[in-house]
């Protein structure tokens, strides 16, 4: 159905970009399959979501490849109320700028139905390429974790993301390699704190 596909907000860099979909399964397969920590999740780019002692509000998280030998993104929770809410900072380890909040809300429209919705806040206004690049991933995210939890499989574009990264995990920077993100040092804001001076 039409109205289930993915919608996206216009906004730019620096503003609120707000996707929505509706997955055909109830809140808590929705939730359980969003928040694992335990395998490649081929909805956010084909990364594990590394924590040290779990998803919590306060705990440090990492987004790692699935080899653990790098680290894309850092950040920390900012709120975990299961099964309906979950935020966090968002900072690339590729590129010198703030972090962005990054907000996923689930909403039971039915039995067997949930509203999922990702909320993209404080994209790098600096950095148009990195928020129109945030942009498009919102849109990669609810695709593919609807047709991860409606199907068992990605999307097309999340398998074909398994296999580019594959292929291409020798050319990732040197500055991402997980040894220079361990937990507790370098979240997003403290990276950002560190940078500023």
Not at 44 to 50: K, R, Y
Not at 109 to 133: D, I, Q
Not at 156 to 170: A, C, K, P, Q, Y
Request: aromatic share 8%; hydrophobic share 40%.
């Amino acid at each position: 159905m039409a109205k289930d596909r993915p919608k996206a907000g216009t906004a730019g860099p620096g503003d609120k970009q707000v996707f929505r979909v509706v997955i055909d399964a109830p809140v808590e397969t929705v939730w359980s399959t969003l928040v694992k920590t335990d395998a490649v999740l081929p909805f956010f780019f084909g990364a594990v979501c590394d924590t040290e002692v779990g998803l919590s509000a306060g705990a440090a998280m990492r987004m790692v490849t699935a080899d653990r030998k790098h680290a894309s993104v850092v950040g920390r929770v900012l709120e975990f109320a299961p099964p309906h809410r979950y935020s966090h900072t968002m900072g690339f380890t590729a590129y010198d700028e703030e972090p962005a909040t990054v907000s996923y809300m689930l909403k039971e429209v039915g039995p067997t139905r949930t509203e999922f919705t990702l909320e993209l806040t404080r994209l790098p206004a600096a950095s148009p390429k990195t928020g129109k690049s945030m942009a498009q991933g919102g849109k990669f995210i609810v695709e593919n974790l609807k047709a991860l939890v409606e199907t068992g499989q990605p999307a097309f574009s999340g398998r074909m993301v398994g296999v580019v990264n594959t292929l291409t995990g020798w050319m990732t920077p040197k500055a991402c390699r997980i040894e220079n993100w361990p937990f507790g040092r370098m979240t997003g804001e403290e990276a950002a704190a560190r940078r500023n001076g």
